[in-house]
């Protein structure tokens, strides 16, 4: 899904929300989910046998999917309020995952 169906996507929940600040503590917890599968991801494929930047690659797939799935899956639950931020931050610790793990060899 390119990014400008991913802001409309969040743009037009209907229901009014509380404000949704850049700096939170839930903005931290999904950078830091984000770092941690990604990494996970890119460790476990580099033990199956992928070099390391096929193994990189491997875990930022995962890393976004894996936010994509959770902000969809909160616009579709009552209960929860998907957020165009949320997603930064998720992709942000899944770029800091990245830059780590295509240092490690």
Same mark, same amino acid.
């Given at each position: 899904?390119?990014?400008?169906?991913?802001?409309?996507?969040?743009? @037009?929940?209907?229901?009014?929300?509380?404000?949704?600040? $850049?700096?939170?503590?839930?903005? @931290?917890?999904?950078? @830091? +989910? #984000?770092?941690?599968?990604?990494?996970?991801?890119?460790?476990?494929?580099?033990?199956?046998?992928? /070099? #390391?930047?096929?193994?990189?690659?491997?875990?930022?797939?995962?890393?976004? #999917?894996?936010?994509? $799935?959770?902000?969809?899956?909160?616009?579709?639950?009552?209960?929860?309020?998907?957020? @165009?931020? /949320?997603?930064?931050?998720?992709?942000?610790?899944?770029?800091? +995952?990245?830059?780590?793990?295509?240092?490690?060899?």
């Amino acid at each position: 899904m390119n990014p400008a169906a991913l802001l409309l996507v969040f743009s @037009f929940s209907g229901a009014p929300t509380a404000p949704d600040a $850049w700096l939170a503590e839930d903005k @931290f917890k999904h950078f @830091f +989910a #984000s770092f941690v599968v990604t990494s996970l991801a890119a460790s476990a494929a580099n033990t199956a046998g992928m /070099d #390391s930047d096929e193994s990189v690659l491997v875990g930022v797939g995962v890393g976004t #999917s894996v936010g994509v $799935w959770k902000e969809l899956r909160d616009r579709g639950a009552e209960t929860e309020t998907a957020s @165009f931020k /949320d997603l930064v931050w998720d992709l942000g610790g899944v770029g800091a +995952a990245a830059a780590v793990m295509s240092q490690v060899r």
